[in-house]
């Protein structure tokens, strides 16, 4: 047994001094490619690729794990890339072009497929590129730039389908009957509201980008309809920002502002005879205008004031539930982001296509994950509530200012949700329980 003990501790100390060694190897290499670099040296290649990188479509994730799923497992595959098989297979017709390179005489390209999949698994996990490295066998180098390809392709050929912001009045309309079937709020045209993606700091950024919450960020403002589908996407926006900033120099305000973007006319309310204008809705931090409207403030409310507060945070609730759905399907998302910014704003686009295309081909995916309510009209918490979510922008004023006729328009407002024209059976109850 002495014996025994010895040879393992001998064992051991020759693996200790030989990673020592290995460690001293590496770090010395590091020194000589810095000064290579310097000078303006370029030393050839230790390995064009390394052996067991090579031996990818034996054991690789791609070809041995995913195919298996593919035809043995639809669950599995779905929960492990985030979509199912059929879709996964149209996405792979629509982008191959866009992501196909050539094979040359030096190396294999990395096939479409392999590149859709590697993409997926990094925006449904958050996995470093080295940890995908060794699970797909692809050197982490080549999968930073598959993924900032792919995701480019994905906002190349989806993004002006998928999330297209209406510009006549027949699909403003259409939107704003959404609202009214579903939310009982007429004349919504969307909800607003903006989250924090995480990042690290970047170089030279001071506090730029560090928000009042105590990391650095960048932010995604989002216009969301009826059905959790997004309509307008604004990101890249410094974390150090409130959203009411952010709000007043998007390219949306200034469209509405504008009146180019085919907002209807104003119409009356359903069973009065008084032209309402068409509206969004947001929360306390945006200015109020005739075309925004938000809660009453929380203090001193009366009984009318808190149900106009319920009935608008009742719709408003798409936007909580759209990007819920969005972060526990693409949760890379929700971890510290150690990517240049742009190829941030990338992610974060691809992924919000990734969400329309999803849901408009499969509207009842990911439902468990949304807020219900049960036949009483009380809420029953979504999934999506029970996880780690992107946090909410800062809710302060920013200087905005309540128009006066907005605030007129907002009485108005709160008059028709308690009369018998706008009000609906439950609303007194669910103010008396909260």
Same mark, same amino acid.
């Given at each position: ?52 990188? %090579?031996?990818? &479509? ?50 294999? @390209? ?13 925006? @449904? ?5 080295? &940890? ?11 999968? %930073? ?57 970047? /170089?030279? @950024? ?10 650095? &960020? ?21 974390? %150090? ?103 941030? %704003? ?42 780690? /979510? ?38 007194d109850r669910m103010v008396r329980l909260y």
């Open positions: 047994m002495e014996a025994q003990a010895v040879s393992v501790l001998q064992v051991c100390a020759v693996m200790d001094r030989e990673m020592i060694e290995y460690a001293g190897d590496v770090v010395q290499l590091e020194v000589l490619q810095k000064e290579d670099r310097r000078r303006g040296i370029r030393r050839q290649r230790r390995w064009w690729v390394r052996d067991w990188l %090579s031996r990818r &479509s034996l054991y690789g994730h791609f070809d041995i794990h995913v195919q298996e799923l593919r035809l043995e497992d639809p669950i599995a595959f779905r929960n492990f890339l985030r979509i199912d098989r059929e879709t996964f297979q149209e996405l792979l017709y629509h982008l191959e072009d866009h992501i196909t390179k050539k094979t040359t005489r030096w190396r294999c @390209a990395v096939s479409p497929g392999m590149k859709r999949a590697l993409t997926l698994r990094f925006l @449904a996990t958050g996995d470093s590129y080295h &940890s995908l490295m060794y699970g797909f066998r692809v050197a982490h180098n080549t999968i %930073s730039g598959i993924v900032v390809e792919v995701c480019q392709a994905i906002i190349d050929v989806f993004e002006a389908q998928v999330i297209r912001t209406p510009t006549e009045p027949k699909e403003w309309l259409e939107v704003a009957e959404q609202f009214a079937t579903r939310w009982q709020f007429p004349h919504t045209l969307g909800a607003l509201d903006g989250k924090h993606i995480a990042i690290k700091k970047p /170089n030279k @950024a001071g506090s730029t980008f560090f928000n009042y919450k105590g990391f650095h &960020s960048i932010v995604l403002m989002a216009l969301v309809i009826a059905n959790y589908n997004f309509r307008w996407v604004q990101d890249g926006d410094v974390g %150090s920002s409130s959203d009411a900033q952010i709000w007043n120099r998007c390219d949306l305000k200034e469209a509405v502002q504008a009146g180019v973007i085919g907002i209807p006319d104003p119409a009356p309310l359903s069973g009065d005879d008084r032209p309402m204008p068409y509206f969004l809705i947001g929360d306390d931090a945006f200015g109020m205008e005739t075309w925004l409207m938000k809660p009453f403030a929380r203090r001193g409310l009366s009984h009318e004031e808190r149900i106009f507060n319920y009935r608008l945070s009742r719709a408003g609730r798409v936007v909580e539930n759209a990007f819920g759905i969005f972060a526990n399907c693409f949760r890379c998302l929700l971890q510290t982001l150690n990517l240049e910014i742009n190829t941030v %704003s990338q992610v974060g686009r691809a992924c919000v296509c990734f969400h329309n295309f999803i849901r408009t081909r499969n509207p009842a995916q990911d439902n468990n994950l949304i807020d219900q309510e049960d036949e009483d009209h009380n809420l029953v918490p979504g999934a999506w509530r029970n996880y780690v /979510n992107l946090e909410d922008m800062e809710n302060i004023r920013g200087g905005n200012v309540d128009g006066r006729e907005a605030k007129q328009q907002r009485i108005y407002l709160k008059h028709y949700m308690n009369s018998p024209a706008g009000s609906v059976p439950w609303q």
